[in-house]
């Protein structure tokens, strides 16, 4: 058989079909014609885009936004199964796609967040990716959510809240109290800081201790620290607990507002993601991560204010509210409570009236000790 031009060899190898081999070869009769041969040459390649359209990534009917950290992925997974479990539909192969967007919280990691624009700064980008219908919804750790939504979004769904407390890891302690004096402790949260320096002035915070919590359990290994404080959400979301050395209580360590939250946007307009989102929504959530906010809200808290807050149902089926504020070296810390009942509007009081009280009691220059 005589040798095939190049062209001809590349058609061969990427266009033969089985009616095109016989028991002894290929079967071209064509070949010693090059003028014969292009219009079956035309015919396979337009055969082949053909098909290559037809196998083209199905269009997602829900595009999840989230950032590309481990435990925002985890968040994103979640609330994917969700929708599934919910929406019959949503179910088929490639019905769900996740984009994971870069947020500029997790690009600048060598400074603190309030020096660079607050936590404002892990959902901007994915705020915009929302405006711009890149995305149809997006998932948020609640904690991160600025208090003021940007325009055209809303924010209708909380997933059922996980726990709320924080885990104590050290690799030579099992609690704070057992900490030797003059212990480094690493936590990039002032909340944190605050109440830790406050209950044990003896210790040392090494602050802006950034990062996913892989990182900053590495860092812990290194001896960067002896002992970090961490989210147990994000611990038993992340299937990590073993690493935990204790818990500490809600009295040692107030969470910080919506701890352990997770919150579902849309645009404003998007009535199907709306009625998507809506059948995941944890009410009891939803109204105690409201509370808190209109706590946060009031007092105008940003990265740069010790604050903290929770709300939660008693055994009597109403709301307790414990709120905190405190300067960023620990040396003074106000504390107050509110009870009432478990609805939307008296939560919501209750909330900005516990702010209003604590902004008398701190007065001017409360938060520059």
Known sequence: METLAPSIQTLISANFTSRSVSATGFSLPCL?????????????????????????????????????S?????????????????????????????????????????QPLADIGGKGLFTKEIDEALLNSEIDIAVHSMKDVPTYLPDKTILPCNLPREDVRDAFISLNASSLADLPSGSVVGTASLRRKSQLLHRYPSL??????????????????????????????????????????????????????????????????????????????HEETRLAVACERAFLLTLDGSCR???????????????????????????????????????????????KDAGEELLSRAGPGFFDS
């Open 32 to 68: 010693k014609s090059p003028v014969l041969c292009q219009p079956r040459r035309l015919t396979l390649i337009k055969a082949s885009v053909a098909v290559e359209q037809q196998t083209q990534k199905k269009v997602a009917l829900i595009r999840i936004g989230t950032r590309g």
């Open 204 to 281: 040392s915070v090494l602050e802006n201790f950034r990062g996913n919590v892989q990182t900053r359990l590495k860092k812990l290994n290194d001896g960067v620290v002896q002992a970090t404080l961490l989210a147990l959400a994000g611990l038993k979301r992340l299937s990590m607990t073993e690493h935990v050395s204790s818990i500490l209580s809600i009295d040692d360590m107030l969470p910080a507002v919506a701890q352990g939250a997770i919150g579902i946007a849309c645009r404003s307009d998007d009535d199907i993601m709306a009625n998507y989102i809506a059948k995941l929504n």
């Open 70 to 110: 481990p435990l925002a992925l985890a968040q994103a997974y979640e609330t994917r199964d969700k929708l599934i479990a919910t929406s019959s539909e949503l179910a088929e192969e490639g019905a769900i796609e996740i984009v994971v967007i870069k947020t500029t919280g997790d690009k600048i990691l060598s």
């Open 305 to 351: 204010t010790p604050i903290a807050g929770y709300a939660c149902r008693d055994e009597d089926g109403n709301c307790l509210f414990r709120g905190l504020v405190a300067s960023p070296d620990g040396t003074k810390v106000l504390e107050t409570s509110r009870k009432g009942a478990y609805a939307y509007e008296d939560m919501m009081l209750m909330g």
